[in-house]
């Protein structure tokens, strides 16, 4: 299976052991015969999307800024499950995760169909059973009320995407066997 | 009382959402404000934080950007949590907008942006406007917005009077949450849905292919 993690920590001083925690679920996927792509947001050159719509209508499928970005796109094109490893900050994943959620957009065609009774775009590279994931950094301090609203932000955002699997969980330095499981097993 | 006025799009002065804020400050008449602050600009996301720290209330503009918040508007959030004392007890008011037409697409955001500014900030939430099917600003004129634009003469009443938006007003902007069967039928069978993509393209002097898959 293809497996993208992105890694959204925008602190690696504040998130040593999670950050570890992360690295080593990359390698157990990777020694067990998947293909994992992992994604440090912070430590690449990665700009925030414009939103001038080339991705859609000059150079469809690829993004104007020139810069890793592209293996990103690339590495979404045949995933099989999609991984967002996020802090919680102001309540919700941070700045640095929504970069690399919004810079999915070209993998999108501009159309539009109606999915599930509503208005979606459809994908430039169709693939069906896919995992959408979004496992939260948990050092005691995520509220109840975060974490749903977060679970429901990516419900919404699995809809986008057409993803019909999902990965919700809280990731202690001490639980990575648990995640590696349903990982596995989704 | 002093307003700031934040927009969170990335396309800063040319959005969708500078046109909506304009709409806005048309109708502004009691209220003190700077003008229109773009956070976009990343460097200058400090700088616009000091001035809202001297501000009593904000209001926010910004688009729908994979079902919540633009990257670069989630950023001023973390910033602005860092100086929570500053804004305790503030009002702060939003406008979100979505290129989808139905006001479903928003609603998880908007439940974040209550949070975020109630339970987070300890801020006075006046209220979260949503304005479905806002790509349409690009094509179409004013006029065509002339039942939002009127619906948010109520919105910047809440504002100038520092009180709550009325609580039906996503119902009167949006007409409803999601579409009815039959608009979902028009939908479906328009040949006009992707007008709007394939006249884009057509402006520029190569001839491009919207379903490319250059990976
Ligand atoms: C990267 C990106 C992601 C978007 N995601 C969504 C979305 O999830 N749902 C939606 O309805 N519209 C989405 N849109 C459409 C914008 O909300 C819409 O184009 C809006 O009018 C842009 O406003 P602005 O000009 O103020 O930036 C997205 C646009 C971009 C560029």
Not at chain 1, 29 to 57: A, E, P
Not at chain 2, 179 to 208: C, D, E, M
């Amino acid at each position: 299976m293809n497996v993208v993690i992105v890694n959204g920590i925008d602190d690696i001083s504040n998130w040593e052991g999670h950050n570890q925690a992360i690295n080593s679920i990359n390698h157990e996927l990777n020694s067990r015969g998947h293909k994992v792509d992992c994604f440090n947001i912070l430590d690449m050159n990665f700009h925030y999307c414009q939103g001038c719509w080339d991705c859609w209508t000059r150079t469809p499928g690829k993004c104007r800024m020139k810069d890793e970005g592209e293996v990103y796109l690339k590495a979404l094109k045949n995933v099989d499950c999609l991984l967002f490893f996020s802090p919680v900050k102001a309540g919700f994943v941070t700045a640095e995760t929504k970069k690399a959620l919004d810079r999915f957009v070209p993998n999108a065609l501009p159309f539009i169909n109606i999915y599930e009774k509503e208005c979606h775009h459809l994908e430039r590279y169709p693939k069906s059973g896919k995992t959408l994931g979004v496992v939260l950094l948990d050092d005691g301090s995520i509220s109840n009320k975060s974490a749903e609203i977060i679970y429901n932000n990516f419900t919404r955002i699995q809809k986008n995407m057409k993803i019909n699997k999902s990965i919700r969980f809280k990731l202690t330095p001490n639980n990575t066997e648990e995640l590696l499981n349903e990982i596995i097993n989704n | 009382m002093k307003l700031s006025i934040i927009n969170g799009s990335p396309r800063k002065r040319t959005s969708n959402s500078t046109k909506i804020l304009n709409w806005i400050i048309s109708g502004l008449d009691k209220t003190e404000y700077d003008e229109i602050e773009y956070i976009a600009e990343v460097k200058k996301q400090d700088e616009i934080l000091d001035k809202c720290k001297k501000s009593d209330s904000l209001l926010f503009c910004f688009p729908l950007y994979v079902d919540s918040m633009p990257a670069q508007q989630k950023l001023f959030f973390e910033k602005m949590e860092k100086y929570k004392m500053d804004f305790k007890g503030k009002t702060i008011s939003f406008i979100i907008h979505s290129g989808f037409p139905e006001m479903i697409q928003s609603e998880s955001l908007k439940e974040y942006l209550e949070m975020f500014s109630t339970d987070i900030m300890e801020m006075n939430c006046l209220g979260v406007a949503i304005i479905g099917g806002s790509e349409a600003l690009q094509m179409a004129p004013d006029q065509m917005f002339s039942r939002q634009i009127n619906e948010l003469q109520s919105v910047i009443r809440s504002i100038e009077d520092q009180t709550k938006f009325p609580l039906d007003i996503n119902i009167k902007i949006n007409k409803r949450d999601k579409l009815t069967g039959f608009q979902r039928f028009i939908f479906k069978i328009n040949p006009l849905k992707n007008f709007y993509w394939i006249y884009r393209a057509s402006k520029h002097p190569f001839k491009v292919n919207l379903k490319d898959r250059p990976y």
